[in-house]
Structures are given as structure tokens and as C-alpha cells.
């Protein structure tokens, strides 16, 4: 509903192979009454690859690997979780989404670095070319995913991302000059209501 007070009309729109990306464009694009944009699906702006915290509560990671470990592999820039094994139910490599990934880019685990580095390729070859195509495009992805695609486009340091907070449900307006250099990036909303989105996070 912010989207489409202010006015925003989009000609394209990316998501990741995720189920809630997904749907959550679908709701965006619904309430604009703009579902019949065309729009690509990539593994690249799929969630960062948690290894073996995959499918664990942040209670239960705590109990298992303890709070303060747990804390260094969520915040820190490069470093890893523990990966998961090929046989685990979370293994990317048996999901037929993932066919055409070659065996040696199935993530078994990620940091906010791989991510960026993930991230970057889809921005190269697929997003940046849309805009300087003329086209308004429209990201529905993942805070990490987001996180690592703002770094790279607003060239942010790693200390600045790792303290950059996606809040979940808020638009995140990005504008860009005709060199594709970032000239401002803003939360859309109210700003209360903005600052209780990321403390919640």
C-alpha cells in the first residue's frame, strides 16, 4: 500500500526460488494491480545458506553451538556456519529448482561475504541492464540477499553492511543516477513504525 500511494509503477520485477519472496511479490504486485509484470526467478537472491543452523530456532541453535558462537556466524562479515552434510534434508543439490547449478555453487553454507558474491552476478548480468534499459524494477528478496545487494550497488564497507538492518515488510526505495550510482536509499513509511520493523529483526 506504501508502493502504490507514492506512485511507484514497475515494469519488472525479480525474486528468489523462495516461497516467501515469492508470495510476498505476489501480495505486492496484487495491491498495485500490477501482476502481469514480467518477472524472473533466480537462485541468487535466494536467503544466505545458514549450514548447519538450517532449520533450527534461534533457541535451539543457542542450546546447540551456544549464544555468543551463534551471534559471530549471524553478524560477521566472513565466517561461516558449520556446513551441512549432502545427505541432510536442506541440501540444495537434490531440489530440482536447482538442476542446472553446477554440483561445485550448491552452497552447503554461506557467510554475508558469499552472499555478496552470490548477489553480485544477478546484478550484473540481469538488474543493472533492466534499468539502464529504462525500466523501474522491483526486488522481492530476502534481508541477507538485500543486505549484500545494497553493498555492492551503494559500495558500502563490510563494517557498514554488517550494520545494515532489512526490516521485514518495508520497502526499501533505491534511486540511482544514469551511471547506475547510487544517489539515495530510504526506508518507506513512517518512521516509528520503520524503527519498530528493525528492532524487531
Known amino acids: 500500500n506504501l508502493l502504490k500511494e507514492a506512485g511507484f509503477r514497475f515494469d519488472m ?6 516461497k516467501r519472496a515469492i508470495r510476498t511479490l505476489w501480495i505486492i504486485l496484487d495491491e498495485m494491480d500490477q501482476m502481469w509484470i514480467p518477472v524472473q526467478n533466480t537462485w541468487r537472491l535466494n536467503e544466505r545458506h545458514y549450514g548447519a543452523l538450517t532449520g533450527l530456532k534461534k533457541d535451539e541453535m543457542a542450546r546447540k553451538y551456544g549464544e555468543e558462537q551463534v551471534h559471530i556466524w549471524r553478524r560477521a562479515y566472513d565466517i561461516r556456519p558449520e556446513p551441512i552434510t549432502k545427505d541432510s534434508p536442506y541440501y540444495m543439490g537434490t531440489d530440482r529448482r536447482y538442476a ?6 550448491v552452497p552447503l553454507t554461506e557467510c554475508l561475504k558469499d552472499n555478496v558474491e552470490r548477489v ?10 533492466a534499468i539502464l534499459a529504462g525500466k523501474q524494477v522491483i526486488v522481492a528478496s530476502h534481508g541477507n540477499a538485500l543486505r549484500s545487494l ?7 564497507s563490510e563494517e557498514e553492511v554488517i550494520q545494515l538492518t532489512m526490516p521485514t515488510g518495508i520497502p526499501l526505495v533505491v534511486k540511482l543516477d544514469k551511471d547506475l550510482n547510487v544517489t539515495s536509499y530510504d526506508f518507506l513509511g513512517d518512521p516509528e513504525a520503520i524503527r519498530q520493523a528493525i528492532s524487531a529483526v
Not at 520485477?13 to 523462495?18: N, Q, R, V
Not at 545494497?150 to 558500502?156: Q, Y
Request: hydrophobic share 45%; charged share 15%.
Open 13 to 18: 520485477a525479480f525474486t528468489s526460488y523462495l
Open 100 to 105: 542446472s547449478l553446477p554440483a561445485d555453487q
Open 120 to 129: 553480485i552476478p544477478c546484478w550484473e548480468t540481469d538488474i543493472a541492464p
Open 150 to 156: 545494497i553493498k555492492h550497488i551503494a559500495k558500502l
